[in-house]
């Protein structure tokens, strides 16, 4: 997937803004990191297999009178991690550079016709091949632009491309299926992947549509669709703070998103509550709340887990039969949707390659919401309508506060839904909206009261090499994301599994080298949910357990207890996983691992 940044600038410093900006940029992949500056009318090039800090120290000293450079760090899909691999990648002569985000499907046919031409090619990267089409165009006599207008028609699969040549000072960009923004600033102008890259310098964005092109100049913009036509594209001011963008003092991202919970939780549920009757304000549906007969979710990894507490709301709040499934496995399905289906694609980035794809094939046969964080992203532009959680910027690859905001707003549409169809009355309604309203205070509580527990059970959990979640009902999609997040980030072998399921398998798993977190929260299945306790401590299993309110027989069975403030049932999820977060922190950050970039793992999946 991988961040790309370019700049172009009457006020210098572009070697040490292209980093700065790739650092914030590093939560796309961190395999390799390049820079490419332009000098008078040479390219210089640098770029390493490594992280951003490395090629920072390596260019230390290094001082650049340039206008215009590009930057990239790269999470490798065509040939491995290496320096040559590394972007950007240039043509033949070193006069056209470029970094690319994204995949060319039709690359070896490509790179066999160059190769016929004369070409030499350096790398086993798809991206290579675009620099020398782009060579071989302008060789022809055309302008850069109408090079590049022929190069991306000839490109199949999917980009986001910053480029420099040796001859202007300007950089050129273009996009397709994956992320780009334009920066609007003084004197200057910027494309990168994501808006934290450039945030410090302007808060003017243009996003870019799929199939548009262009050219940067220090006082320029030119944006042409990829058929020639020249458009024009108004900006749109980001309201994010750097500091949201930044770590604010925490150690790591994570830390500080997991704490940022209870604000964002708030600013995603208050803009949508009517205060003279605590009632909830949707307005965006594409379909008609009495005639959705059915929902479908699509989404993955930790929004999966989001669709699948949605469905106990939708299915209990609302009355209508929900489906969850895989992104990934939804796409490639013959899948019935019954007459008047809303699907919902559930994503933090808006930019996940399986959600977007599982949306355009649900959308033949459906209406589509988006419920989203991130403004003008794929998913947004696709889907018939968006609902946004306003999370702000979540940097750290472990998903946290997009996934309790997600939550928040799947509670607001089952209430909204519940309330239009007649299956809650508006006084159940505004009744749960009080208590929603009241969360982030509790959240606060609780961090308070129990975040050095948590520290320690995270730092015990860690002594272990694999772990087992219990829950069940709606707590049962929380095992799953606790358990996720253990092994995201701590690489602890890790099972979620629904209570009741145990004694058909993991049963056999048990003994004191296996421990148990239980999230054992009042509920009505909660005496069955201590029943699976008394099994696993009659067989010496650990258990650390979750609970709310007095319960001394299940503290008397557990090793460790975490306390929760006690909440309506439907608000257990939301608060629940925040302490299972943090022992995943904790268990990670003792065992010394990069917390914000586990090994592997990519923020935003923009490939299948
Ligand atoms: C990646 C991330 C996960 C995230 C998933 C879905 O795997 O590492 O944290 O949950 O993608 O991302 P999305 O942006 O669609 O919610």
């Not at 390219?43 to 297999?49: D, E, R």
């Not at 209870?262 to 205060?275: C, L, M, S």
């Not at 299940?554 to 299972?580: A, C, F, H, K, T």
Request: hydrophobic share 35%; charged share 25%.
């Amino acid at each position: 997937m991988c961040g790309i940044i370019g700049i172009v600038s009457d006020k210098g410093n572009i070697k040490g803004r292209i980093i700065e900006g790739l650092k914030r940029l590093e939560y796309r992949g961190y395999d390799s990191a390049g820079v490419a500056i332009k000098t008078d009318s040479k390219i210089f090039v640098h770029k390493k297999k490594g992280k951003v800090y490395q090629m920072e120290e390596e260019l230390k000293g290094a001082n650049f009178p340039s206008r215009v450079g590009i930057g990239h760090t790269r999470w490798a899909t065509h040939g491995e991690p290496s320096d040559p691999n590394s972007h950007p990648h240039s043509d033949c002569r070193g006069e056209i550079t470029l970094a690319h985000n994204g995949i060319i499907e039709n690359y070896q046919e490509l790179k066999e016709e160059l190769r016929g031409k004369g070409h030499r090619f350096r790398s086993q990267t798809d991206s290579e091949v675009i620099a020398h089409l782009l060579e071989e165009y302008t060789g022809e006599g055309a302008n850069f632009l109408d090079a590049l207008k022929r190069t991306v028609n000839r490109l199949e699969g999917s980009f986001a491309l910053v480029i420099l040549n040796s001859k202007e000072d300007a950089l050129y960009f273009a996009r397709k299926d994956s992320p780009l923004v334009l920066g609007l600033g003084e004197g200057e102008n910027f494309a990168a992947s994501d808006v934290p890259a450039f945030l410090p310098w302007t808060n003017r964005v243009i996003f870019l549509e799929n199939g548009e092109m262009g050219k940067l100049t220090p006082s320029g913009v030119e944006i042409y669709k990829f058929s020639g036509e020249k458009i024009d594209k108004p900006p749109t001011t980001i309201t994010w703070s750097l500091a949201q963008a930044e770590k604010s003092g925490y150690k790591h991202f994570m830390l500080k998103e997991i704490h940022e919970q209870a604000k964002a939780i708030g600013d995603t549920v208050n803009p949508r509550i009517n205060r003279d009757r605590n009632s909830v304000v949707i307005e965006e549906l594409p379909i008609s709340p009495t005639e959705i007969n059915h929902i479908l979710i699509i989404a993955c990894g930790t929004s999966y887990h989001a669709g699948l507490v949605g469905k106990f709301y939708l299915e209990e709040i609302a009355g209508i039969k929900t489906e969850v499934d895989y992104a990934s496995e939804f796409r490639y399905r013959k899948p019935v949707l019954p007459p008047s289906t809303l699907t919902i694609a559930v994503s933090q980035s808006g930019e996940t390659a399986d959600t977007i794809g599982a949306l355009r094939k649900a959308r033949q046969g459906s209406k589509s919401l988006a419920i989203c964080n991130v403004l003008g992203s794929s998913i947004t532009r696709e889907a018939d309508a968006t609902l946004y959680t306003h999370a702000g910027p979540e940097i750290s690859v472990a998903s946290t506060k997009a996934f309790t905001t997600q939550l928040s707003l799947l509670l607001l549409l089952a209430l909204y839904l519940g309330r239009e169809r007649g299956i809650i009355t508006p006084e159940q309604e505004a009744d749960l909206v009080s208590k929603l309203l009241a969360l982030p205070s509790k959240i606060e509580q609780m961090l308070r009261s129990q975040e050095e527990k948590i520290r320690q059970i995270g730092i015990e959990i860690s002594s272990y090499r694999n772990a087992l979640y219990l829950g069940r009902h709606l707590n049962y999609p929380i095992a799953l994301e606790g358990a996720l997040k253990l092994k995201e980030i701590s690489y602890i072998h890790a099972e979620g599994y629904p209570a009741g399921e145990m004694k058909h398998g993991p049963i056999a798993l048990i003994d004191e080298s296996l421990p148990t977190v239980f999230i054992a929260t009042e509920s009505k299945v909660l005496d069955k949910v201590r029943s699976n306790m008394e099994e696993i401590k009659s067989r010496r299993g650990r258990i650390v357990s979750l609970i709310s309110g007095k319960q001394p027989a299940i503290e008397e069975l557990s090793d460790g207890v975490i306390r929760v403030p006690q909440v309506d049932e439907y608000l257990y999820p939301i608060i629940n996983i925040i302490p299972l977060q943090l022992v995943a922190y904790y268990a990670a950050d003792f065992l010394g691992h990069d917390v914000d970039q586990p090994r592997n793992l990519a923020k935003s999946v923009t490939v299948e």
